[in-house]
């Protein structure tokens, strides 16, 4: 029998869940493939929003992983110094095939050491602190460096998926996913990028997020004189 390609993705709570749910449905449809939801316990994990995830397998009890994945979210900058969790990413991180992030999960790889001298993305909002973890920051949806494929905010997180189906199976089987789940985006605006969105959405999304971006940054700069 074929081994199945084991997918771990890494719950915490506070995450995104379009971080997660979104390269889950993706990743899940591939062939011969077992997702596993990963977490420090088998208790519920809480997205920011509310919504309750329930985790398959323990970090003790997590089987071999193929493919890492790591969400984001603003509990994030809570994580940065959870040695159970960041142990997990770096010990795992280091035998997986691939290793990967959406949104501010590339913080929590470059946390572990796992994006030294690699190039990476994140949220825009989060871009610029990816040096200081040594990482050189690209501004694109998916920056694939090796075996590290990182994405940027939240609804890239599909891409991420689609990117890694076509490495692991063929642009066959990735196109086949995306019109099965029907992934033509077509937003109503064109708001979702800092380089398109007016001028005062920019400053309004960047005002409404600057109290916690300053605490992550403080965060970051602990974390990587803890790697230094």
Same mark, same amino acid.
């Given at each position: 029998?074929?081994?199945?390609? *084991?997918?771990?993705?890494?719950? @915490?709570?506070?995450?995104?869940?379009?971080?997660?749910?979104?390269?889950?449905?993706?990743?899940?449809?591939? +062939?011969?493939?077992?997702?596993?939801?990963?977490?420090?316990?088998?208790?519920?994990?809480?997205?920011?929003?509310?919504?309750? &995830?329930?985790?398959?397998?323990?970090?003790?009890?997590?089987?071999? &992983?193929?493919?890492?994945?790591? +969400?984001?979210?603003?509990?994030?900058?809570?994580?940065?110094?959870?040695?159970?969790?960041?142990? @997990?990413?770096? %010990?795992?991180?280091?035998?997986?095939?691939?290793?990967?992030?959406?949104? *501010?999960?590339?913080?929590?790889?470059?946390?572990?050491?796992?994006?030294?001298?690699?190039?990476?993305?994140?949220?825009?909002?989060?871009?610029?602190?990816? =040096?200081?973890?040594?990482?050189?920051?690209?501004?694109?949806?998916?920056?694939?460096?090796?075996?590290?494929? %990182?994405?940027?905010?939240?609804?890239?997180?599909?891409?991420?998926?689609?990117?890694?189906?076509?490495?692991? @199976?063929? =642009?066959?089987?990735?196109?086949? &996913?995306?019109?099965?789940?029907?992934?033509?985006?077509? +937003? /109503? @605006?064109?708001?979702?990028? /800092?380089? *398109?969105?007016?001028?005062?959405?920019?400053?309004?999304?960047?005002?409404? *997020?600057?109290?916690?971006?300053?605490?992550?940054?403080?965060?970051?700069?602990?974390?990587?004189?803890?790697?230094?």
């Amino acid at each position: 029998m074929k081994p199945q390609l *084991s997918v771990g993705f890494v719950l @915490f709570d506070g995450l995104t869940q379009l971080d997660l749910t979104g390269p889950y449905e993706v990743l899940a449809r591939m +062939p011969d493939t077992r997702v596993h939801l990963v977490a420090a316990s088998l208790a519920p994990v809480r997205s920011e929003w509310g919504m309750v &995830i329930l985790p398959d397998v323990t970090f003790d009890d997590a089987p071999p &992983i193929d493919v890492l994945c790591v +969400p984001g979210g603003w509990s994030v900058n809570a994580r940065l110094a959870d040695d159970t969790l960041l142990s @997990f990413l770096r %010990t795992r991180g280091e035998r997986a095939r691939y290793v990967t992030s959406v949104c *501010s999960g590339a913080l929590l790889l470059g946390a572990a050491g796992l994006l030294r001298g690699h190039r990476a993305t994140t949220h825009w909002l989060s871009l610029d602190l990816l =040096p200081l973890l040594g990482a050189v920051a690209v501004a694109s949806r998916v920056v694939h460096d090796g075996n590290r494929i %990182t994405a940027a905010g939240v609804t890239a997180g599909i891409e991420l998926g689609l990117t890694l189906a076509a490495v692991l @199976f063929g =642009p066959s089987v990735a196109q086949r &996913i995306q019109l099965a789940i029907e992934y033509d985006p077509a +937003p /109503p @605006f064109d708001s979702g990028s /800092p380089d *398109s969105a007016p001028a005062d959405i920019r400053a309004a999304v960047t005002q409404a *997020s600057q109290h916690t971006i300053a605490e992550r940054r403080a965060l970051v700069e602990r974390a990587a004189r803890r790697l230094a």
